[in-house]
């Protein structure tokens, strides 16, 4: 079943909103959707809701927002959309991208004033492509603790959240209208609910091998470091509505997850000074490009591996971080007093990686990198030297259903269907037609802020119906 007749529905309740999926997107849009005064349901397929949101650093990009003023950083609209549009070569939709920045800041002030998330602005270090430091998290940087929040503040709202709930297809009128959803639970028993308009928020489709080797052929052997639920369910229920799609050979890849360990190491020791080098010790990219291109840079090194190569200082902004503190518990940090004693570790070429060390402190103080990065403004690399050994992966896809400004989703005629919304993963986002459009944060950027988009629109949809 994907999309069948309303007349074949059993509807015995009908919800004026009906939310799929319980990540970021989906608990911003039922967030929203309560404040606006409906009456929200939100169905999860997981026994707790996880999804991508779970598996992020939590970081969240905004531009104007309290916690930037406070720290004074001048940021605006212009400029964040700016920073999207120079990392997408000027593919993403513009009136999506504006759309974004215009609410983010706002977005972050009333998840953290409102909502009592504990969010705070990240310092210390730009990511790749931002011109301003924009990026809000939790205090652990993990989207565990994210979703926790978001999880939390559905149960002070007193929102209706259905967990072990995976919808099993739709019911809609021949005008594309979606008057219902067809539910699986986990001991075999089905039921249908009606529902007065449906936001899509259960991401993309990343854990689906055949749609990503139909789409996204280059990563279709890399490993998946996404949520398995991440199926495409979003994207074939809209196609089968009618909805047109874009970007799907777009998609978020990280070129630094611990191996086998399977655990994100934070690419601010890349941004901060550090280097990668492949099995011959040698470096093989310029690391500052973006972490969602290295991926395939990494995976086309010999065994599809790489080694984070960097020193006491940056392991000790590493540790700032949850995930990195748990990849040092696991073994996973190797360090040594000089690179041929942390060759010696890693099993890395000696006289390279001492080579390759010596070139990167080089370039930090004023030479010309042969990769083209600019390592000016971070401290050339001192001893003690630490390593980490990563591989490439795929995190979550960014192409999707095309929607207009207020999430809904649009046929190929660029008319919107009736009553059906979108965000998160479920959307094409703004990082252009490949891996290299990805700007930091992208990811929970379109969950967010389209969360909050959608849940408002949902909300207006089913007010004037009732009208």
Request: charged fraction near 20%; glycine fraction near 14%; proline fraction near 6%.
């Amino acid at each position: 079943m994907t999309v069948r007749p309303t007349a074949e529905a059993r509807l015995d309740v009908t919800v004026p909103v009906v939310i799929v999926g319980a990540g970021a997107c989906g608990a911003v849009a039922a967030l929203t959707a309560r404040d606006a005064g409906a009456d929200v349901l939100v169905l999860e397929r997981d026994p707790v809701p996880q999804g991508s949101t779970a598996l992020s650093s939590g970081m969240i990009p905004a531009c104007g927002s309290r916690l930037q003023r406070e720290r004074g950083v001048d940021d605006s609209p212009e400029i964040m959309a700016a920073d999207i549009q120079k990392k997408a070569r000027n593919e993403a939709d513009p009136a999506i991208v504006e759309a974004l920045c215009q609410v983010s800041g706002a977005t972050i002030d009333w998840l953290a004033d409102e909502k009592g998330l504990p969010l705070a602005l990240v310092e210390g270090f730009l990511y790749p492509g931002h011109s301003r430091l924009r990026m809000h998290a939790p205090p652990s940087k993990t989207g565990a603790e994210l979703i926790g929040g978001l999880t939390e503040a559905l149960a002070r709202d007193g929102i209706d959240l259905m967990t072990n709930a995976r919808v099993a297809g739709l019911y809609a009128d021949p005008d594309g209208r979606v008057t219902g959803l067809r539910l699986g639970r986990p001991d075999g028993s089905a039921e249908d609910i009606g529902c007065g308009a449906l936001v899509l928020a259960c991401n993309g489709f990343g854990g689906n091998p055949e749609m990503v080797k139909r789409y996204i052929p280059a990563m279709a052997e890399a490993l998946y470091f996404g949520h398995t639920g991440n199926t495409g369910d979003a994207v074939e229920w809209g196609q089968a509505l009618g909805a047109a799609t874009r970007h799907m050979a777009a998609f978020q890849g990280h070129g630094s997850v611990a191996h086998p360990h399977n655990t994100l190491i934070t690419w601010a020791l890349m941004m901060e000074g550090g280097v990668q080098v492949n099995a011959d010790g040698r470096r093989f990219s310029n690391e500052h490009l973006g972490y969602s291109e290295q991926a395939a840079a990494v995976l086309g090194q010999p065994d599809g591996v790489a080694w984070d190569i960097y020193d006491a200082r940056l392991h000790e902004l590493g540790m700032t971080f949850e995930d990195y503190r748990g990849a040092a518990e696991t073994g996973a940090i190797l360090s040594g007093d000089t690179p041929e004693a942390l060759a010696e570790k890693a099993g890395l070429p000696p006289g390279a990686l001492a080579e390759t060390v010596a070139q990167a402190r080089a370039c930090a103080e004023g030479a010309e990198d042969p990769f083209g990065r600019d390592f000016s403004g971070a401290p050339a690399l001192a001893p003690p030297f630490y390593a980490v050994k990563v591989t490439g992966a795929l995190f979550h896809t960014q192409g999707g259903l095309v929607i207009d400004p207020a999430a809904r989703v649009l046929r190929p005629d660029g008319r919107p269907l009736p009553n059906l919304f979108a965000g998160g993963g479920a959307a094409c986002g703004v990082s252009g037609s490949a891996d290299w459009g990805y700007l930091s944060g992208n990811g929970l950027l379109a969950a967010v802020m389209l969360g909050r988009i959608a849940g408002r629109s949902a909300a207006r949809s089913v007010a004037k119906d009732a009208a």
